[in-house]
């Protein structure tokens, strides 16, 4: 699996389907599909299906990867969510998207992926800020705390997680994995850890082309 591309990986997903992907420049921007099917592609951290068959793609190195789906439809949604992408709302923003092609919230499913963890994760307080009320954080374990003034350890999968509560969605809907980019190396690149520039590719596939929609 090491240095393939989505297109290389598309297949080990489901056959006949299309590769879209993005520009990934730690934002809050979330795009339909269709406007990221082809290469130079858009620079947008989201993207949300509009029509079955296919296959949205999102890279990371120690920010989560964000998977959502609606089993009913067979719509989904993929995020590259950082600290400022969960700052700028674009898990909100994707849902939101989902809602408005006829989603329900409380039928959707979320995948929040490796990432880096909060113990080895330090962030200025300033930082933390943008997130959230820092009390809610800390007791949703979304902030550890560090030894240095002025600094926290930040979970930002915790982060994602309480964010998507605060946004209406059940704990039963949302899956953590448990698994850290910086302390898992045989596992995951990590920039945090190895200051090389090598991601892991997370995929998800709207419901077959040929089922109607």
């Not at 795009?31 to 989201?46: F, I, Q, R, T």
Request: contains cysteine; glycine residues 10%; charged residues 20%.
């Amino acid at each position: 699996w090491h240095g393939r591309e989505p297109g290389g990986l598309v297949g080990y997903v489901s056959s006949g389907v299309s590769v879209h992907r993005l520009k990934q420049v730690h934002s809050g921007r979330v795009l339909a599909a269709s406007a990221a099917h082809n290469d130079p592609w858009p620079e947008a951290d989201g993207l949300v299906s509009d029509a079955g068959g296919q296959s949205l793609w999102v890279a990371g190195a120690d920010c989560t990867p964000v998977l959502i789906a609606d089993p009913e439809s067979g719509s989904v949604a993929a995020c590259h969510a950082g600290w400022r992408g969960v700052a700028a709302g674009i898990l909100t923003t994707a849902i939101s998207q989902l809602e408005a092609s006829g989603c329900r919230r409380e039928q959707l499913l979320v995948a929040l992926g490796p990432a880096v963890s909060g113990p080895n994760y330090q962030v200025e307080r300033s930082t933390s800020e943008q997130l959230g009320p820092i009390d809610d954080l800390q007791a949703a374990g979304a902030l550890l705390d560090d030894p240095q003034e002025g600094r926290d350890r930040l979970d930002i999968r915790r982060a994602a997680h309480w964010q998507l509560l605060q946004f209406g969605l059940r704990t039963e809907q949302i899956s953590i994995c448990p698994l850290c980019t910086v302390a898992e190396p045989e596992l995951f690149h990590s920039w945090r850890r190895d200051q090389v520039k090598a991601v892991q590719w997370s995929g998800i596939v709207s419901q077959n082309a040929d089922t109607p929609r």
